[in-house]
Each structure stands twice: as C-alpha cells, then as structure tokens.
C-alpha cells in the first residue's frame, strides 16, 4: 500500500491571506482601507491599491472634463476602465453621465447640431454630409421641422437670410402658405409674386426683375442660375448659322476662283 502525503493549511495563514486581500492603502487619499470589498477591481484588468470612494471621484472629475475613456491612474499603467464592469461600484447617476461623454465623443467626428426646439433639444447627426446645402429637417425625437443650415425651427416660405423677417403666428401661418403654394418673393418690395407660366424672369409690381428660381436680382434678362443653359443655347445658336451659312460661303468662293 503506498505512502500518500497530505498538507492541510493552517487555519491561521488562511486568515492572514484574507487580511492581505482585505487591508492595503490606498495610494490616492494615503488611507489604510480594512472594510472588505473596498478595493477598486477594473474588471479584473488591473487591480490597484485603490479605494473605491477615491476612484468615484477620480472618475467624477474626468467626465466633467469630458473625458470618456479613463485610464487607470496607476503609474505605468496602460488599462482603461470598463464602464460596464465599474457600473455597480459608481451608482447608476454616474454610469449615465459616463454613457453620455461617450455618446458625445463618438459624435466629434459627424455633422451634427442640436434640435432647436425648446422642448426637445436632441442630438441630430448629419450621416449624408453635405452640411452647407443641407436646409429642412425633422428631428427624429420630436418630430418638428428646422433648418439645418440656419439652427432655428423651420421658416417655411423664407430662405434662410429672410428668416429674420418672421416676427409673430400670423407670418409662419403666411410663410407655410407661400411654401405650399411655392411663390417667391421680390427681393425689393419683399412681396410675393406668383408665376403661372412662361419665362423664370419675372417683373414685380416695383419694377424689378428678379429670377423665380433663385429669387436673386437679374440684369439684361438672366441670372446666375441659368447662365450655364444661356451660353449653351448662344454658342447652339451660332453653330446654327454657321451651318446656314456655310454652303453659301462655299459658294462664294467657288464663284470668286471662275472669275479669277
């Protein structure tokens, strides 16, 4: 029958490892902690000689710097805390703040402006680009309309550098309309004219000539938005006479060489 050796662990040492686990000092208050669960576990990452109280505020502090991932302030040490696993240490108060410094800092690098209306203010990402172009918007949240551009609820029947003219209901009520309607305003007189048909230079009852489509003053019958399709059909026109024409200089010159 063999020989087996068996070593039972003194009931003494086992009690003074627990103490080791349990009793340490804390290198940021410089405090001896003896209160067990104290000590500050990063999701078993790293484990530090910190007091849970201490790394509270060491995380309160960085997010009210708007620093959204924190790194463990032990010297040389290249962890950063787990939000998910630090939630039951720091309160529910302190997670949701964490979560929204994230949610900021993951929104730096998109487009995006807060919804104008007072009741709402979301956060709206610009996920097409194109910023400077981009006008009429509806906030996911609130579902209100506003102008991407201009940062204000919707100036329906204004562009945006009339938006400044809406002063009361009756004016947005007036704006809506004209947007529905689709008119355009002189930009004299500011009254709205509307075109039935016929040519996008239009006259206002002032006098001046104005684009229908961009809204914009024109001079000797166009505009910028319409210069490209005008030096189109001006070079197409000459084509046209040259092509007239061309047969007739051909003939010209053949007469000119028989009287020659």
Same mark, same amino acid.
């Given at each position: ?34 209160s ?15 007091c ?22 032990a010297?040389?040490?290249?962890? =950063? ?12 108060k ?13 929104l ?38 506003f ?12 562009r ?20 529905r ?15 039935v ?13 104005f ?24 070079? =197409?026109?000459?084509?046209?006479v ?19």
């Open positions: 029958m063999g020989n087996t050796n068996q070593t039972q662990q003194n009931p003494v040492t086992i009690h003074q490892n627990n103490e080791e686990l349990t009793n340490f000092t804390c290198e940021i208050c410089i405090e001896p902690v003896t067990p669960n104290t000590k500050f576990n990063n999701n078993n990452k790293c484990m530090h000689p910190f849970t109280d201490c790394m509270i505020k060491y995380i309160q502090v960085k997010l009210d710097e708007n620093v959204s991932n924190i790194k463990c302030p010297l040389n040490c290249n962890n =950063f805390f787990d939000p998910l696993s630090c939630r039951p240490k720091i309160g529910q302190l997670f949701d703040q964490w979560c929204d410094v994230l949610c900021e800092s993951a730096l690098s998109f487009d995006r402006i807060y919804c104008p209306n007072r009741d709402c203010s979301a956060v709206v990402v610009n996920e097409c680009g194109g910023g400077t172009s981009l006008k009429r918007c509806v906030c996911p949240n609130c579902k209100k309309p102008c991407y551009r201009c940062k204000i609820p919707w100036h329906a029947g204004y945006c550098e009339e938006s400044g003219e809406m002063r009361d209901v009756n004016d947005i009520a007036f704006g809506v309309l004209s947007e309607n689709q008119w355009m305003r002189c930009p004299a007189c500011r009254h709205c004219v509307e075109l048909k016929g040519c996008a230079i239009v006259r206002c009852r002032c006098g001046i000539e684009c229908y489509k961009c809204g914009k003053k024109v001079d000797r019958h166009w505009c910028n938005c319409r210069r490209t399709s005008t030096c189109c059909m001006f070079v =197409f026109h000459i084509c046209i040259i092509l007239v024409l061309w047969p007739f200089f051909l003939l010209g010159m053949a007469i000119s060489r028989r009287n020659r």
